[in-house]
């Protein structure tokens, strides 16, 4: 059972994404309607929800539940909560980050506008927590144990919830895998395939790549030319996105994104990563308005986005339309596309719950 840690020991746990793979994404907003009923002068536990979250798409079983999202109000604040439950196979620890986006009003006494295109921008509350086994919270950065968010109910107009949430199952062994994936950008000569990418040559192990792709694994052991191959030309993808997808096929992990999110969900397709796949799906769930925009301009472009990740995309965008309204790719989506701007305009008036789940290998 983990105890209570000193927060400077536990930041790199924390911020090393070769440890947590992703589970579920989770977004709820609590509106005005809600938020003027309540009354400041008593307290009221669970005035909105409790909402259960689990990891299984469809699951409503009580003893599969991960934790509850609870809405709690003093009078004074209200409170957005987990309450933990014991965790089931495979995970060990849950990571839980939570992105509050508060929509204010200058004064309890200011009249109610009803048009949300002229609300002011939500202010961000960022926290995260880790979860283990047991139930119990024992990391907390940027908030108390157990608290998502917490704000003044008598200047709160409305506010959104969302929540990444990631699984970590056993500490990984990285000593031989970083000595190989070293020994690939150093140009060994234990590398025994090269990858010619946009004219540009990645060597690797084909072990490796057989490992953590069904499609590399079918190439190399199949009937297939590259199976003897020393050099495999690599159709379709950038230099900048194939650097990165062959990096994760040997750390579990993505530096940096740097524009490369839609081509790296088509190469986690092409050649069946689904870790990377999921990676990919929780990055475009969580994207600001004006990147959720530049992705959706390209969307079409790219057969894998799917009409769930688009409409994702266009919550997004909808979510932080104040801060994309003026921008020159807006009006460029509004000449193009007016359906899917009249679209994203209407999801910026009525912001419904959503969940994404992700699939686990």
Request: proline fraction near 5%; glycine fraction near 4%; hydrophobic fraction near 40%.
């Amino acid at each position: 059972m983990a105890v209570a840690v000193d927060s400077n020991s536990c930041q790199p746990c924390v911020n090393d994404r070769k440890l947590w793979e992703p589970v579920i994404a989770a977004e709820c907003f609590v509106p005005w309607d809600v938020i003027r009923m309540l009354d400041p002068y008593k307290e009221r536990v669970d005035f909105f929800g409790p909402f259960p979250v689990h990891a299984n798409e469809n699951d409503t079983y009580d003893d599969n539940e991960l934790f509850s999202i609870r809405f709690h109000s003093t009078g004074k604040w209200i409170k957005v909560g987990l309450q933990r439950n014991c965790l089931k196979q495979p995970w060990r620890e849950l990571l839980v980050k939570s992105c509050g986006l508060w929509t204010k009003r200058e004064s309890g006494n200011e009249p109610f506008n009803q048009n949300p295109l002229t609300w002011p921008l939500p202010e961000e509350k960022n926290s995260v927590h880790i979860v283990d086994k047991n139930g119990n919270n024992y990391y907390s950065r940027d908030t108390t144990e157990g608290t998502l968010m917490q704000m003044p109910q008598c200047t709160t107009r409305c506010f959104t919830v969302r929540l990444e949430v990631y699984g970590r199952r056993v500490t990984p062994t990285d000593s031989l895998i970083n000595s190989l994936n070293l020994a690939r950008k150093s140009g060994s000569s234990l590398c025994d395939v090269q990858l010619r990418v946009d004219g540009h040559v990645y060597p690797a192990h084909k072990a490796v790549l057989s490992a953590t792709s069904s499609v590399f694994m079918a190439m190399f052991t199949g009937e297939f030319k590259e199976k003897t191959a020393e050099t495999v030309i690599i159709e379709g993808a950038s230099k900048e996105a194939f650097g990165r997808f062959l990096d994760f096929l040997y750390t579990e992990d993505i530096a940096s994104w740097d524009g490369c999110e839609l081509e790296l969900l088509d190469l986690s397709e092409r050649y069946q990563v689904e870790r990377l796949k999921a990676r990919c799906e929780m990055c475009l769930w969580g994207l600001d308005g004006p990147r959720a925009l530049s992705l959706l301009m390209e969307a079409d472009k790219w057969p894998v986005v799917t009409p769930a990740i688009k409409n994702r995309l266009c919550r997004l965008v909808a979510a932080g339309w104040r801060a994309v309204a003026d921008s020159d790719e807006w009006q460029a989506l509004q000449a193009s596309n007016p359906v899917t701007s009249g679209i994203i305009q209407a999801f910026a008036a009525i912001v419904a719950p959503s969940v994404k789940v992700f699939k686990r290998t």
